[in-house]
């Protein structure tokens, strides 16, 4: 206080400073109604009862990889699998496997017996050693011929000479023919042994000792066959793609797959090939991914879910779903650089469950208002508070 008004307040009674009190007050009240009076003429969209402008939630329209996400049923199956004939006719004598057993290739699993064929071997071995006799009996006589003549000339016949040579040659000849006779017995024989093509499990037999089969020779042919080999140690899984997302298939692409069956167990795969042609039935075009199996978990049969990422838009602006914005060609409110509400039109394309593409409309780093508040309006001035867009996922 100034000193007039110290001495004055130290003199003054009780009621006198009680009126000094009274008019201060007055006093601070009138120059605080005009400052509000000169601020809301000068900002007539502020309230007058109002110090702050309202505080809206904002997010920035950035660029993103956007794409469509398409759920497609699947279902595994060997990556090789076979029935095993046998290519000749006989009884099996042995069966050294069942289904569920695991085998290595070239391990014996069948044995059949065909004396018949044991018999037709040891006669085409026994042919090869009278070839061969009849081959030495044949040259030495040709060899002493030609000996004889070259000491005393025209002491034999050209002609003999001649058939000598010709039987040297049909004898050797004949050796050659009862080797191949053998051969192709001892081939015979060997089809009596069935032996596992490559590693895998016996998902099916069908024969017992006893059993007589069949020679599986014929394509069209009704023989049983002994057992069926699956490689479930790397599979396939098959899955159709419509005809809509053909265009977004390629080879290495990422797939992620979840199976049920396994406990909801999920993994990410690449596609290893397609018949790059749509089947006419179902407008699909199949697809398939490599799935290694090193402890047989994964039983061929079981169904999967597939996940492709199609209709891709690497680096496309884009806005959260929970904004203002539609499909299609819609409005949206934004926060400009004068903190003022804006009516922005937008064409929006791809729609992710997450997310909206920004066709046109929009430019990057602009901000873009959280839903549509109906208390606010175009125009209006406000704080905004922006959102990282993780946060709005």
């Known amino acids: 206080m100034k000193p007039d008004l110290v001495n004055y307040w130290q003199r003054a009674g009780p009621r006198s400073r009680l009126r000094l009190m009274f008019g201060t007050g007055v006093a601070v009240a009138a120059v605080g109604l005009l400052w509000l009076v000169h601020h809301s003429e000068a900002e007539p969209n502020r309230s007058p009862l109002l110090f702050r402008e309202p505080t809206v939630a904002v997010v920035k329209v950035d660029r993103e990889d956007l794409y469509r996400e398409v759920t497609i049923p699947a279902e595994f199956r060997p990556y090789e699998e076979v029935e095993l004939h046998a290519k000749v006719s006989g009884y099996v004598s042995e069966m050294k496997v069942d289904f569920g057993d695991r085998v290595k290739a070239g391990q014996l699993m069948a044995t059949l017996e065909v004396p018949e064929l044991l018999d037709d071997l040891h006669n085409a071995m026994a042919a090869v050693q ?168 994964i039983i061929p049969g079981m169904y999967a879910t597939v996940v492709l990422n199609v209709e891709n838009r690497p680096q496309t602006l884009a806005i959260p779903i929970q904004t203002s914005a539609s499909g299609g060609t819609t409005r949206v409110l934004i926060v400009n650089g004068k903190h ?50 993780e946060a709005v996922e």
């Open 130 to 297: 009278k070839a061969e006799a009849d081959h030495t009996d044949a040259h030495l006589i040709h060899s002493r011929l030609v000996s004889v003549n070259q000491q005393q000339p025209n002491l034999v016949a050209q002609q003999d000479l001649d058939t000598a040579e010709a039987k040297d040659g049909a004898t050797a000849a004949a050796i050659v023919a009862a080797k191949a006779d053998v051969e192709k017995y001892q081939t015979l024989v060997s089809y009596t042994q069935i032996t596992a093509p490559f590693d895998g499990v016996v998902t099916e037999r069908y024969a017992d000792p006893g059993t007589l089969i069949q020679a599986g020779t014929a394509s069209n042919s009704q023989a049983m066959p002994l057992v069926r080999v699956s490689d479930n140690y790397r599979l396939r899984l098959d899955f159709p793609v419509s005809v809509k997302y053909v265009k977004d298939i390629h080879l290495g692409d990422k797939v992620d797959v979840h199976v049920e069956s396994l406990g909801g167990r999920s993994f990410t795969g690449t596609i290893s090939r397609f018949t790059q042609k749509v089947t006419d039935n179902t407008r699909t075009m199949i697809t398939e991914m490599e799935v290694l199996n090193p402890n047989l978990e």
């Open 340 to 389: 003022e509400i804006e009516e922005r039109p937008v064409t929006l394309g791809l729609e992710t469950p997450s997310k909206y593409e920004v066709v046109s409309g929009l430019r990057e780093g602009d901000l873009v208002m959280m839903g549509n508040p109906a208390q606010l309006k175009p125009g209006q001035k406000v704080e905004t508070k922006t959102i990282e867009p």
